[in-house]
């Protein structure tokens, strides 16, 4: 199976903009028979994931737009990320929002 990112961003960013909540998500890859789960998260400009806990093992692919990660303990200062930058997950409650139109990556251990 494959998976067309740069068709599926503008698509998501579509949804999320029609959407009263900004977001729009799919899962690429990452059903039953794997180990890994791919979604792609679509965010206008101010939505947010709101804080929840960390997943085992994850990673953040910014794909599309500015989003900044924020640590809900309030241990760290966060991280911010363009297209094309990635960043692991830090393993506590964290939330994200969205700086400008964005879309995301997350891959997830399951």
């Known amino acids: 199976m494959s998976t ?3 068709t599926l961003v503008p698509e998501l960013l579509d949804e999320a903009r029609a959407h009263s909540s900004g977001r729009a998500a799919r899962t ?3 059903h039953t028979e794997h180990r890994l789960r791919h979604t792609v ?3 206008t400009s101010g ?3 709101a804080d929840h806990e960390s997943p085992d093992e ?3 692919l910014v794909l599309a737009g500015r989003v900044r990660l924020t640590d809900a303990t309030g ?3 966060g991280w911010t990320g363009c297209a094309g930058d990635l960043t692991d997950i830090p393993p506590v409650r964290h939330g994200l ?3 400008e139109d964005s879309a995301v990556l997350l891959t997830v251990r399951l």
Request: no cysteine.
């Open 4 to 6: 067309s990112l740069s």
């Open 28 to 30: 690429v890859r990452g």
């Open 41 to 43: 998260i679509a965010l």
């Open 47 to 49: 939505s947010v994931l």
């Open 58 to 60: 994850a990673t953040l």
């Open 75 to 77: 241990g760290g200062d």
């Open 97 to 99: 929002t969205a700086e």
